[in-house]
């Protein structure tokens, strides 16, 4: 035994860790796993120099970004991608061995992940079997979670949840927990954002990103939206200068009026190929369901889930598995790419019947 496991912390040895896209790999040439834009970003800057260390933290872009998010300056944080964001609010608000946080599965798996990070319990309350939120308020105020995560719309599911159920448990909890709402697809149906309730229930914080329909998962620029209180706090917590200046810049680019035109535009392509591929998919003979969708993926319930994504990773096209996940079995999770991805991806899936 090394010295480092023989010091590190109990929790972190047995936590099983985050299997992250890149992490599970799979040599392709067709990516439909990590829900990322399948077309380049807005223009990228060149000819900087980078000798000096950024601003303590990129006042433009939190300006540029409540701007195009319709909020103030001063509600909005700028960090290091939406994974951060979770990680900084559970370490604000949860202490180890005594608080806990709340989820909703199947939902998004870092908030857990982060959560055991920490030693932090985790709450369950599965969705109903249509993916919404199960509203028993005996259950719901029971424990006694700081934080209330809800992913609207819902990875893996595609779903939105029901913004009165989202406001409901706000007010049922306005005293005794904030909740979390991540944001993280909300450009393809931006009507259903919460960033608007914030001003009457302060206990809503939003969580936003650049790496889904703004194209820019590599750049790691995420987004907090909450009362200036929560914001206060959180920031007292970043680290000295967490965002990249060319990281900065980039986000600047893409918040541009031109920026989030281009981004709209790709948004729109993208939700349009996914009408075409939902119904050749509903079609084939391997799929028992497709669900439906408000996002840039579509959930895929299968007759042989298995079989189907060891065949298509041969092939090159790789997909997410979700055959782990309790209720999902033989799912799988499908990012829609460009037409010709999706093409192969469809032609391939025939060949298999
Ligand atoms: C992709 C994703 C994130 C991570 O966003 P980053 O800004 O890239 O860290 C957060 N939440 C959900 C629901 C996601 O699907």
Redesign the pocket.
Known sequence: MGLADKLASPQIKELEVYQSARRIGGAGNVYLN??ESPFPAYKMPTDESWQRYPDFLPDQVARDYARYAGVSSASTLTV???????DLLIRCFCQPQKDSIRINSP??A?YEFIAKAHQVAVIDIPLNDNFSLDMDQKLANKNKSKLIFL?HP??PTGNLLKVKDVLSLAESHKDDALIIV?E??IEFCPDCSLVGKIENYPNLVV?R????AFAM?AV???FVIADESVIELIAKLIAPYPIPDPCARIALNALSDEGIAFMLEQRDRIISIKAKYQEKLADLVSVKRVYPSVVNFLLTEFEDSQTIFAELKKNGIILRDQNHIPNLANHLRITIGEETEMERLISCLSQLE
């Open positions: 990590a829900n290091r991608g939406a994974d951060e964001a979770i939902t998004y870092m992913c819902n990875n991540d993280a697809y969580l990103t650049l790496s889904k998962a790691r620029i995420g």
